[in-house]
Structure formats: C-alpha cells, structure tokens
C-alpha cells in the first residue's frame, strides 16, 4: 500500500538525517493514537506491552499472529510510523520468511530480531542463540523483505545474559556486516555505550535506561530510544488510582478528571467525523 510505503521512506529519511527519535511504546491503538497526538514521530509495539495487555508476563508466550495482529491494529489506526517487535524471528530461518511477510503486509515500518531463546525477562537462565544462528535469521529475514525500506534491526541480549560487553560488540559488527539496518543492544549501560560505540559502524536503537542524562544520550550517539513501558505503566497508574477513587466513593473527584480525558477521546476517536458521514448520507 501506498500508505506503508511513505511511512517506510519517512523513518528512512529521518533516520537518514540523524534524527535522534523517541519512540514511546504502544499496548493497543488508542495508546498508539495518543502517542501520535502528543506529537512522537515513531510508535513502537514490543512483546512487553503486547503480553501486558493480555494479562500474561512477557516471557516468550506470544505468537507470532498475536503481535502482527496488535502491529497491524496500531499501523491502521495512525499516521506515522510503527516499528515492532518480532521477538527471535518465530523459530528457525526457513520460517523466517513467513515473519517478515506478516510484518510487511501488516503495514510495519521496520522490525527486530534478537538472539534470544528462553528466559527473558524472568530468573531463569538465559539461553541464546549462537552468534552464527543469528546471523542466518538474520540473512534469512533480509532476503525474505520484499520492501527495501522495511527496516531489518538486528537485536543482541548477549551483554545482558553474559556481562559481556566485547560479545555484544562482535555480534553488532556482525549483524551490520550481514546487511543490518541497525543493531539494538540491551544490557550495556549508557557508558559503556559511550566508550565503544566508535567501534560500531552503524545506526544504533536502545531502551531507555532510568536516570541516563541527555548528555550521556548524546555521548553514545543513539537513534532511536524506546520507552517500552512508559505508557503502559502510566495508564496503570491512572486506572489504579481513578477506581481506588471510585471504591472511596469519591464521585465527584472522578467525574472532575473523566470530563477534559471524555474530550480528548472524543477528538482522537473522530466522533465528529462519524456523524459528519451520518448527516451527509441520513
């Protein structure tokens, strides 16, 4: 569609510029519209959010049909770019292709790939891929895009499962050598980011680490920062708060804070427009 196709040029070319972009993550589409009001020109949808939204721990339980299906919901419900989180790539590289498909056609901007096998995100131990079996998913996604603007991200855990700085150096020169739009690292600090990030010859994305100045920012020379859990941990926040009103039978505090949010929603959900069209064709 023409639509995916822009959206891919338009993150390309920010990119391109050195843009340093923030990249707020989106559970659903109403999170993802309100990123878009607020003004971010990149919305992102990761397993986190996703698995949050389904009341599961992000723990590898998702399908590859559940985050197309959340990926493509976001991608139809804004205007600007969505970058998503494919997980390890959804088994071994003869699958891959089938992965990248969904993404494409579900109008995604650009996706990432991680070595990772099981115990993300929880006290198990970690399992990785070999630094060879993620350069064949990773050649294996490349070569199934269809897009040459479909952004391909290789993904490394291996700092975060090993504290192992110099491995996770060695995949990302690897991945952007194999053909890598850009290498997402986890686990390395901000600077540690800062003292090798001349040995890394490309674009790099990360997850915002709380308390990182923007000097240190600045110092790791960052593309993309994702906030993963940002909006997600604020609407918790709210609702938590809002029904603990509500349970202190505080009702007119509620209705106080539900009337300018009841404005917003009305804007961003275009009840305006629906009964625009009712007039028109009544």
């Known amino acids: 569609m ?90 071994h590289p003869a699958n891959i292709w089938r ?38 998913n990773l050649h294996a996604a490349l070569q199934a895009r269809t897009d040459p603007d479909f952004l391909i991200i290789g993904r490394t855990d291996i700092a975060w499962a090993t504290g192992d700085a110099e491995q996770a150096v060695e995949r990302m020169v690897a991945m952007l050598d194999a053909g890598a739009d850009l290498v997402f690292p986890t686990g390395l600090t901000h600077v540690q980011l800062a003292e090798i990030r001349q040995r890394i010859p490309g674009k790099i994305i990360c997850v915002y680490q709380e308390g990182a100045t923007a000097e240190q920012q600045a110092d790791a020379a960052i593309s993309i920062t994702i906030y993963h859990s940002l909006s997600l941990y604020a609407a918790a926040d709210a609702v938590t708060l809002a029904l603990t009103d509500l349970k202190n039978a505080e009702h007119g505090k509620i209705a106080r804070q539900s009337q300018p949010v009841a404005a917003l929603l009305d804007q961003l959900l275009d009840y305006k427009g629906f009964n625009a069209r009712g007039q028109r064709y009544l």
């Open 99 to 136: 992965m990248v498909q969904a993404y494409e056609q579900a109008g995604v901007a650009g996706i990432h790939i991680d070595d990772h096998v099981s115990g993300k995100h929880s006290n198990l131990p970690p399992r990785m891929l070999t630094q060879e079996q993620l350069l064949k």
């Open 2 to 91: 023409e639509k995916f196709k822009r959206l891919r040029q338009q993150l390309r070319q920010l990119l391109d510029d050195n843009t340093s972009l923030l990249a707020p993550s989106a559970y659903d589409s109403l999170s993802a519209k309100i990123i878009e009001k607020v003004g971010f020109p990149l919305v992102y949808v990761g397993s986190y959010g996703v698995s949050a939204a389904k009341g599961l721990p992000d723990v590898g339980l998702l399908t590859l049909d559940e985050l197309v299906s959340v990926a493509g919901a976001v991608v139809n419900a804004v205007q600007v770019p969505v970058l998503a989180d494919a997980e390890n790539g959804f088994y």
